[in-house]
């Protein structure tokens, strides 16, 4: 079974456009994550929920909005989309209580978006 | 704010011989380092961490790691590589709840035959 799971996969899409990218997980976990890698591989957190609560909130464009519909899913909106937000999109989930050491992230395959 | 630097973008190995990849930290507490690999086209699969205790981990695949806190370094090593080790390797420094992770730049790492 897999563990942290994306879809799609691939995603191509026209400039302007509205799409979203879905993620869930069946570990358990209380904590998920999005990240993005851009095309030189530097990977950078954008947000983290934990139990469906925002506590990452990096500097993204507000045309990007997560949604928790529960904790083990944690899907990504983007809106009007531009050139730039071609990239990679990860997205991850771990444990993480309140006061414990940062324990791994379990990585999703990713979702490769290209906007035209 | 905690930051990680991994020196070499590009190493390249001969299979067989053996390997160091490099990773600084910079953050006020006691880290917790990660070692990730992520291999064309996949995800990224954990290789190993450290949290506390013995300074020396062991982790998949045959690689380990050693944190030394006088140099803020956690650096990656394998005694011999394998073709199928060719990939991106990722360094990670964690800081507990409510603190994301901060990735390195990453190494490409490649094999000759």
């Known amino acids: 079974d897999t563990a942290v799971s994306q879809t799609p996969k691939y995603l191509v899409t026209q400039m302007g456009n509205d799409k979203s990218i879905k993620c869930e997980q069946n570990l358990g976990h209380d904590t998920m994550y999005w990240y993005k890698q851009d095309s030189k591989k530097f990977l950078k957190i954008m947000f983290s929920y934990n139990n469906k609560e925002l506590i990452i909130n990096e500097t993204v464009p507000n045309r990007f909005s997560p949604k928790s519909p529960d904790k083990a899913h944690l899907n990504l909106h983007i809106n009007s989309l531009e050139l730039g937000d071609s990239a990679v999109y990860f997205c991850?989930?771990?444990?993480?209580?309140?006061?414990?050491?940062?324990?791994?992230?379990?990585f999703g395959p990713g979702t490769r978006l290209t906007v035209l | 704010a905690q930051s990680v630097t991994q020196p070499d973008i590009h190493i390249t190995v001969s299979e067989g011989a053996s390997l160091e990849l490099r990773c600084n930290y910079s953050?006020?507490?006691?880290?917790?380092l990660f070692w990730y690999v992520q291999s064309p086209g996949q995800g990224l699969q954990l290789l190993l961490k450290?949290?506390?205790?013995?300074?020396l981990v062991q982790g998949i695949k045959g690689f380990e790691a050693e944190f030394k806190r006088s140099q803020s370094s956690f650096n990656l090593r394998k005694p011999s590589v394998h073709w199928s080790d060719a990939a991106e390797y990722f360094c990670?420094?964690?800081?507990?709840?409510?603190?994301?992770?901060?990735f390195g730049p990453g190494t490409r790492l490649s094999v000759l035959p």
């Open positions: 991850a989930s771990s444990h993480s209580a309140r006061g414990a050491p940062g324990n791994e992230q379990f």
């Open positions: 953050y006020g507490a006691t880290p917790y």
């Open positions: 450290y949290f506390s205790g013995d300074t």
């Open positions: 990670a420094v964690g800081a507990g709840y409510g603190q994301n992770f901060v």
